[in-house]
């Protein structure tokens, strides 16, 4: 599987296209959608509230596939993405997938009136508010999103922003879950 650095990442989806597909699918070029293999260690695990108060563990979420959103309000692009990761978790459905917006250290308050002008149903809203994630998940920037396998381990990830509802998107992420 290529792996690409955090620098390789960046560049996004137009320089990678050209690259070699990897061996989730002979049909989905990863590259070409702006994902890739992690190059660094992702320490996934959470432990962290929705909004509602119930904590949120990884391993919650055994046997799924899921897409984890790291976000801030005060982000442009984390905010013009996040009703495509809605429109995702929407597609997918929750029988095998979760899309979990994880906030890193915003207020509630301000958390509740970005989702007040948006449709966010689809996806988990989860509070960083002690902002642990950032070390854990390797995050020096925002938004950064993870594909976690159905055995808990990061396949994909993306920094940047991405329209998580396009088809071809979907048609990935699916790839990686196994199902079509």
């Known amino acids: 599987m290529i792996k690409l650095s955090r620098r390789e990442m960046l560049v996004g989806s137009a320089?990678?296209?050209?690259?070699?597909?990897?061996?989730?699918?002979?049909?989905v070029d990863f590259r070409s959608l702006g994902l890739a293999e992690p190059a660094f260690k992702v320490n996934a695990e959470l432990n962290i509230p929705d909004l509602a108060g119930k904590v949120?563990?990884?391993?919650?979420?055994?046997?799924?596939?899921?897409?984890?959103?790291?976000?801030?309000?005060?982000?442009?692009?984390?905010?013009?993405?996040?009703p495509t990761l809605a429109r995702l978790g929407r597609?997918?459905?929750?029988?095998?997938?979760?899309?979990?917006?994880v906030n890193v250290?915003?207020?509630?308050?301000?958390?509740?009136?970005?989702?007040?002008?948006?449709?966010?149903?689809?996806?988990s809203i989860?509070?960083?508010n002690d902002k642990e994630m950032p070390a854990k998940w390797f995050l020096h920037g925002l938004p950064v999103t993870y594909i976690v396998d159905t055995n808990g381990k990061v396949a994909l990830g993306a920094i940047g922003e991405r329209v998580w509802d396009a088809p071809e998107m979907i048609a990935g992420i699916r790839s990686v879950g196994g199902t079509s």
Do not use: N
């Open 15 to 27: 320089a990678l296209a050209a690259s070699a597909t990897p061996a989730f699918s002979q049909e």
């Open 56 to 82: 949120h563990q990884l391993q919650d979420y055994q046997g799924k596939t899921v897409v984890v959103s790291f976000w801030a309000t005060w982000c442009p692009p984390c905010r013009k993405e996040m």
């Open 91 to 101: 597609e997918l459905g929750t029988d095998d997938y979760a899309v979990l917006a």
């Open 105 to 123: 250290g915003d207020r509630q308050d301000k958390i509740q009136a970005f989702l007040d002008e948006i449709e966010h149903e689809g996806m």
């Open 126 to 128: 989860l509070l960083d």
